[in-house]
């Protein structure tokens, strides 16, 4: 897993497996990024996948600008 920040201060967890041409996994609106994990290993191995954390998902946090009510 890395991690990076993002402008306001998120820090939004990913993983990057494979080698290639890059694409980005995106999950579904209530996952984490562990619900791809297994498209993203096939898909690894013809390319570069970046599977990440939606916000207040899995690994990244969520700013104190960003915090919604359910």
């Known amino acids: 897993m890395e991690k990076l920040a993002s402008r306001?201060?998120?820090?939004i967890a990913y993983d990057r497996v494979g080698a290639g041409p890059p694409v980005i996994v995106v999950a579904g609106a209530s996952c984490d990024r562990g619900a791809q994990a297994t498209l993203a290993g096939a898909l690894a191995r013809h390319m570069t996948v970046l599977n990440y954390d939606r916000r207040g998902r899995g690994g990244p946090g969520v700013s104190t600008g960003e915090r919604r009510q359910p």
């Not at 306001?8 to 820090?11: L, S």
């Open 8 to 11: 306001d201060g998120t820090v």
